[in-house]
């Protein structure tokens, strides 16, 4: 029989609110402490501070069955803590550990209580030190729990995980860890409890593993435009090689969010303070942002020479979110802007945060307004309704009909057909 706990999760970005929703949903009562004060209004409020399709309904049917309690700080009385706070890279790409800092110091007194805390936020390996430390001693009862969700799906990937990573300590208390693993360990996918630099280690090494992977793809994709080939058909045969696999082989200019540029970043500056090279992850950093590069060089090269408008479509780092956290859109539209060039965006969930991230972006409020009148279009995001606009009468409004496309979205042959100059990524370059 499952017992139903009292939980307190800490902060209530992603992770923290896919976490509270999704032990909610299995009967859990959750404490849900978030310090700004613009998110927890709108919490309170039963509204969420991010775009993440199910999340709405799920967190509206937690506040009608009062399971989620929305607060400013941790309260007493909670069975386990789960930080959940961001931990984002700086310029240099380095982690920047301060939520996680602030986060641990906050629930210290209850930690010393004996209340287990477990940390969900994304550490660079060999942190373990320093989170006790933050915690003022204890490390018995201190366990790290990566987590391994995909934006968009967040809540499915909570409720049927591919794995559950337990990092301990050599010290681990026996119950605290049978706790952790009660709660956090409800399905019977397969449950490791490893090393606290181990469990970090993992959750680094699967994200730049995935990033390795698009880094190949995308220069595999560059070389196919050198060489006249068709990247799909590549990674189609590639794929099929079983140790391989298809998945994660969709070809772009780069990939981004919050996870994979960071775990990349921490794992090469891990490797770095021990004196190791880290030439792949490095290599594949590098790698991603020559692509954003290479996909501003070919908007350039397209632009009409009566023109300077470019209309990037999509915003977000991916379709199903409204993240532009390391979004490859923004920073090509920052390379655009510092050549010369003047870019509207558009984008249906990613709008507001776009504008803080590129200050010299224009927003446009509708795809046909970021088109008309622009020389250039540019797909920036994969988002599924970009393909159902009305392209034929948009190319009326553009100042030429040339469209490039960066996430392989469009059919090339029905654009071509409405009479746009259309190229994609990785694909052979029409010259006419
Ligand atoms: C990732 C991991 O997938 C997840 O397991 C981890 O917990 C958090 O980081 P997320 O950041 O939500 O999830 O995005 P993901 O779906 O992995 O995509 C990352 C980037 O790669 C995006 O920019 C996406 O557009 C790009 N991508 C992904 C491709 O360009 N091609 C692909 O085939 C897949």
Redesign the pocket.
Known sequence: MQQFRRVSVIGAGYVGLATAVGLAARGHDVDLVETRTDRLEMLRAGSLPIHEPGMAAAYADTQTKSRIHPMASPAPGSDLLLVCVGTPIDEEGRSDLRQVEGALRSVADLAASGTPVVIKSTLPAGSGETIVMWLRGDSSRVFANP??????HAIEDFLKPTRVVIGAFPDADPDALALVEEVLHFTDCQLLVVGMAEADLIKNG??AF?ALK?SFTNELSVLCEALNADVMKVVEGIGLDERIGSQ???P?FG??????PKDLCALTNVGKSFGLAMHVTAAASEANADHQQHFADRIVGLMPPHSRRVAILGLA??AGTDDVRSS?ALRVAKILIARGLEVVGFDPHAAADANREVPGLSLANSAQSAIAGAGVVAIGTEWPEFRDLDWASLAKTMAAPIIIDGRRLLDGERMRALGYHFETIGAPIPRN
């Open positions: 987590e391994f969700l995909r934006q968009g699967a994200n995935l698009l994660f082989m969709q772009s990939f981004g969010g919050s996870c994979l780092f991916k490859p």
